[in-house]
């Protein structure tokens, strides 16, 4: 609960992510924000090895759903 409540606080921020692995589901990739939170993004493997700044959208007690920076 206490980490659930700490990935929401996330939500609506930007930040940069380095991206690292294919995620389990088809069509996103997983990388890692500056506090080393999972971080997953619909988009294709290209962006694999680089930084991106990241909208975070959603919070899940493991993990953050966002999209490419708007």
Do not use: E
């Not at 294919?22 to 619909?42: A, E």
């Not at 991106?52 to 490419?68: E, R």
């Amino acid at each position: 609960d206490i980490q659930f409540d700490m990935h929401k606080t996330f939500i609506g921020k930007t930040m940069p992510i380095l991206f690292d692995r294919p995620s389990k589901k088809d069509g996103q990739i997983l990388g890692k924000s500056p506090y080393m939170h999972s971080v997953h993004v619909d988009t294709d493997v290209s962006l694999i090895h680089t930084i991106q700044d990241i909208h975070i959208t959603n919070a899940g007690p493991n993990s953050l759903h966002g999209v490419l920076g708007l």
